[in-house]
């Protein structure tokens, strides 16, 4: 009979605790998306290839030490190393969330000697002054749950589990653009090192051809010191971009996870050649950006806390049982009579407090909409950062096209004066200008060029670059109770 009372009390909790959550139907808001971007000339469309081909994003950049530098960022940046433990800590306190919505069984065991006080109130005339007591038993617990608060709390842990997974991937993208674009600053410099020294060469025959002048009497002290200044003032500048250079490795290393005083990046002189990227329609943009998806699941988990704190209001019942044994000694101590149980509910319900709760939920409902707020700013946010890059670029190409324009015009003008000069039509102040003009049109194109690299990666990085939101952990992996680390990188 008492097994049957037990049963059906177990029974009736489970199925009282079927019961809904209190927590309101969530919906995701709604935010109006616009049929193309507003800065789109020029751009491609994305295909349903470019979902699935864009993990490692930074591929597109066809640069393989980049490629490397960017997998030992994924496995050795320290503060990313932060971020993935923090987030493997929070699947555990999931795990702690999802205990409660299961029985907890627990054994009890002691065995004591004690001696009792003489002037114990109310002890018996019989009572030893000295006893043993042997005890042995389990017990059962369990929170029928039946306001879903508990399957509220887990929901929430569930949706801030995912959130943080998302966090970890918009820094690291944040991380892996900031390595490419650095990377992209140094290949500039390298670039104009080259550019310096092609100059340099050019500007060492043009003194050496001035000096030969001076001494034969043709040219004036005037033409070869400017020659000397020339020369010496583009040496200068490429000695500049040692110490610029030593910065940028410096910033590297510590991306990578590297001693700075142990890295070094070769020289890659050659000029760096822009991708083509692309961008999607904007739709597809809340299912790229990983902090789109961050800012969705804490909205949906400040949603399940409303009915976390709603169900304050209802009565909390447990289900409590307790088997075993007990006596003075351990003589005879499982035998019947030393047999003790107990079987029953146990509620609790608060009767008054001052409308503390009515307090709770309505902070948990302001939290929602702060959080709805908060999810608007990030999409709209996302969309402007598109569009800034889409607005660069465009911009760009149109200056780069100027710009070779203007140089193609600087080097004829040189070669020009060159001549000129050579067969003794000009003096040299006229070969200085003309060379002066070449170089600056030329750094202009390789500074243009590393910008424009930049500012690709600066697409790359407002698209989401190789992440999507199916990559967040589902639901159903994260009810395995298992403590899974996400991966490395998105």
């Given amino acids: 009979m008492n097994r049957v009372r037990l049963s059906v009390c177990l029974l009736g909790a489970w199925m009282l605790g079927g019961c809904s959550s209190l927590a309101p139907e969530y919906h995701v808001p709604h935010v109006a998306v616009a049929a193309e971007y507003f800065e789109h000339s ?35 940046n320290p503060d990313l190393q932060v971020l993935l433990a923090r987030h493997t800590a929070l699947q555990n306190q999931l795990v702690e969330l999802r205990s409660g919505l299961f029985p907890n069984v627990f054994g009890l065991g002691a065995i004591d000697r004690n001696r009792q006080s003489a002037h114990r109130p109310l002890r018996g005339v019989n009572q030893p002054s000295i006893y043993s007591s042997s005890l042995l038993g389990a017990g059962v617990s369990y929170d029928t749950d039946l306001w879903g608060r508990i399957r509220d709390e887990v929901r929430a842990g569930t949706y801030g589990v995912q959130a943080d997974a998302a966090a970890v991937a918009s820094a690291q993208l944040s991380l892996e653009a900031d390595l490419a674009a650095t990377y992209m600053a140094l290949r500039g410099l390298d670039w104009t090192e080259k550019v310096y020294n092609e100059d340099i060469h050019q500007f060492e025959i043009s003194y050496q051809i001035t000096l030969a002048r001076f001494k034969g009497g043709v040219a004036s002290g005037l033409d070869l010191n400017r020659a000397k200044a020339q020369l010496s003032s583009v040496e200068a500048l490429r000695d500049h971009l040692v110490g610029k250079r030593v910065v940028l490795e410096h910033s590297i290393a510590v991306l990578v996870g590297e001693d700075p005083n142990e890295f070094h990046l070769a020289y890659s002189p050659e000029p760096i050649v822009l991708p083509s990227i692309p961008i999607g329609v904007p739709g597809q943009l809340l299912q790229r950006r ?43 101590w499982l035998s019947a009579p030393n047999l003790f149980w107990s079987l029953g509910p146990q509620f609790l319900v608060t009767l008054f407090d001052a409308h503390a709760l009515d307090a709770q939920v309505a902070a948990a409902r302001d939290r929602y909409i702060q959080q709805t707020a908060s999810y608007r700013s990030v999409v709209l ?57 070449e170089l600056e049109a030329e750094r202009y194109d390789v500074a243009l060029q590393t910008r424009r690299a930049i500012d690709t990666v600066g697409l790359i990085r407002a698209l989401g670059g190789g992440w999507d939101r199916s990559r967040l952990p589902s639901v159903d992996s994260l009810d395995r109770q298992k403590v899974a680390q996400i991966p490395a990188h998105p």
């Fill in 42 to 76: 020029g751009w491609q469309e994305g295909t349903p290839q470019d979902a699935t081909n864009r993990g490692s994003w930074w591929t597109v950049l066809g640069d393989p030490q980049l490629d490397g530098l960017e997998n030992r960022l994924t496995h050795n």
């Fill in 290 to 332: 990983p902090d789109v998806a961050q800012a969705e699941r804490l909205l949906a988990a400040a949603n399940a806390r409303i009915g976390v704190a709603k169900a304050a209001y209802f009565p909390d019942l447990t289900l409590n049982a307790d088997l075993g044994y007990e006596s003075m000694g351990p003589a005879r």
């Fill in 381 to 437: 946010k996302a969309f402007q950062e598109v569009d800034d890059q889409l607005g660069l670029l465009n911009s760009e190409q149109q200056e780069a096209q100027d710009s070779g324009d203007a140089t193609q015009a600087a080097q004829k003008t040189a070669q020009l004066a060159n001549i000129q000069y050579k067969e003794g039509a000009v003096n040299y102040l006229e070969v200085a200008i003309a060379q002066a003009s």
